[in-house]
Every structure is written in C-alpha cells, then in structure tokens.
C-alpha cells in the first residue's frame, strides 16, 4: 500500500468511497458542495489517497489547517480494507506531512448515540490512534449527532 496525494484524476475513487458511507454522513456523491471540497483540497495538496499495489482504492482523507490546530476534514476507508491498517496509514500520512508540533489534531467524528458510531468502528479507531473524545459538535448533515476527538501532537 502507498499513500500518496490525490489529483483531480481521483475524484471518482473519492466518489466511489463517498457512496459506501452515505448513509452516515448524508448525500455526498451527488452534492456539488462535496465536488467542491474535494476539489479545493487537491488544489491545495491537502487530499491522500491510499493505494493497493494493483492501484485499486483504499482509503481517502481531506485535511486542513489552523495553526497550531489541524483538522482531519474527512476520512473513508473502503469497506472491504476497514481493519488493514489503512486509515492509521492515511492519518499517520497527514499527521507526517502537514502537523508541525506542539500541535493538536482535530476530527469530527460521531456522537456516541449515532447509528455509525459502533457499526463504522469510527470512535473505537480513533481513541485507538490516542484521539480523546471532546464536547459535542453540530449534528451532521443527515441529522445526526458529532463530537469532536483531538490529539495533541508533540
């Protein structure tokens, strides 16, 4: 697997993606906001992409940043590679390219009464990578309840 930055090339694996978690984070693939994100974020060089040696998509991040604060916008890993390590590889990734520490990392992930908290492994794989859960955020744009999980970096 590599970890690479992704280009505008990319999109539709992003999209691809996208459409295997729609149902916890509400439409994406047919949102022109969500083009949009993507899109600035390659512009940027602050979109990863993970790749299996036959090129076929792992995983995918959106990042950005606040100094001294950094924020993970967006993160998906395909449902068939959830467990391999991809998604510690794409933070560990963000983390390398673009924290400069002391630094905090922020995510927005679920709330502990949303649908997709235990069935997505999203809270579990976070406070594994040593994230803390914070206060609770605004609902998501499906309704759903987020909260805020920080790292401190260095």
Same mark, same amino acid.
């Given at each position: 697997?590599?970890?690479?930055?992704?280009?505008?090339?990319?999109?539709?694996?992003?999209? @691809?993606?996208?459409?295997? !978690?729609?149902?916890?984070?509400? #439409?994406? !693939?047919?949102?022109?906001?969500?083009?949009? $994100?993507?899109?600035?974020?390659?512009?940027?060089?602050?979109?990863?992409? $993970?790749?299996?040696?036959?090129?076929?998509?792992?995983? $995918?991040?959106?990042?950005?940043?606040?100094?001294?604060?950094?924020?993970?916008?967006?993160?998906?890993?395909?449902?068939? @590679?959830? &467990?391999?390590? !991809?998604?510690?590889?794409? +933070?560990?990734? $963000?983390?390398?390219?673009? +924290?400069?520490?002391?630094?905090?990392?922020? !995510?927005?992930?679920?709330?502990?009464?949303?649908?997709?908290?235990?069935?997505?492994?999203?809270?579990?794989?976070?406070?594994?990578?040593?994230?803390? #859960?914070?206060?609770?955020?605004?609902? &998501? #744009?499906?309704? &759903?309840?987020?909260? +805020?999980?920080?790292? +401190?970096?260095?």
């Amino acid at each position: 697997m590599i970890v690479r930055l992704a280009y505008e090339a990319d999109l539709p694996e992003f999209l @691809s993606l996208a459409g295997q !978690v729609e149902q916890w984070f509400g #439409p994406m !693939v047919d949102d022109a906001g969500f083009h949009a $994100a993507v899109a600035e974020h390659m512009g940027e060089a602050k979109a990863l992409i $993970a790749e299996a040696d036959d090129k076929s998509v792992l995983g $995918a991040l959106l990042f950005g940043a606040a100094p001294p604060t950094y924020h993970l916008h967006w993160m998906v890993v395909s449902a068939r @590679s959830r &467990g391999t390590g !991809v998604g510690r590889a794409l +933070v560990a990734e $963000a983390v390398h390219r673009y +924290v400069r520490p002391p630094a905090t990392l922020e !995510v927005i992930t679920f709330g502990p009464d949303h649908p997709g908290a235990i069935t997505s492994g999203a809270r579990a794989f976070y406070e594994h990578l040593g994230f803390t #859960p914070g206060e609770a955020t605004e609902p &998501g #744009p499906e309704g &759903g309840s987020r909260q +805020v999980y920080r790292l +401190v970096v260095g």
